[in-house]
């Protein structure tokens, strides 16, 4: 699932209208829809961390679904990849 519609999700089964979402990102209420419909890439991590923390969900989590690193992996890339390599290769 995709980082929008995960979300989307998340909000609505916490019973969070958009509108009270969006203010309490400190954003348009159209922005925040058009991320959640799948319209617009995912935001910058302040507001992806922002999200995770308001929804009370692992940000790391958030990060994934967004297809990012989080911000304090953007700083280790090269050791966050090596160690990935490294890991037994598994059947999905």
Request: glycine fraction near 4%; aromatic fraction near 6%.
């Given at each position: 699932m995709a980082y929008g519609s995960y979300i989307r999700r998340e909000r609505e089964k916490r019973d969070i209208s958009l509108t009270d979402f969006a203010r309490k990102l400190g954003i348009s209420p159209a922005y925040w829809s058009r991320i959640e419909r799948e319209m617009e890439?995912?935001?910058?991590?302040?507001?992806?961390?922002?999200?995770?923390?308001?929804?009370?969900?692992?940000?790391?989590?958030?990060?994934?679904?967004?297809?990012?690193?989080?911000?304090?992996?953007?700083?280790?890339?090269?050791?966050?990849?090596?160690?990935?390599?490294?890991?037994?290769?598994?059947?999905?």
């Open positions: 890439k995912p935001p910058k991590d302040e507001l992806i961390q922002k999200a995770a923390e308001i929804l009370g969900l692992d940000p790391d989590d958030s990060f994934i679904r967004a297809r990012r690193f989080p911000p304090d992996m953007q700083r280790n890339v090269g050791r966050a990849v090596r160690a990935y390599r490294k890991l037994p290769k598994t059947r999905e």
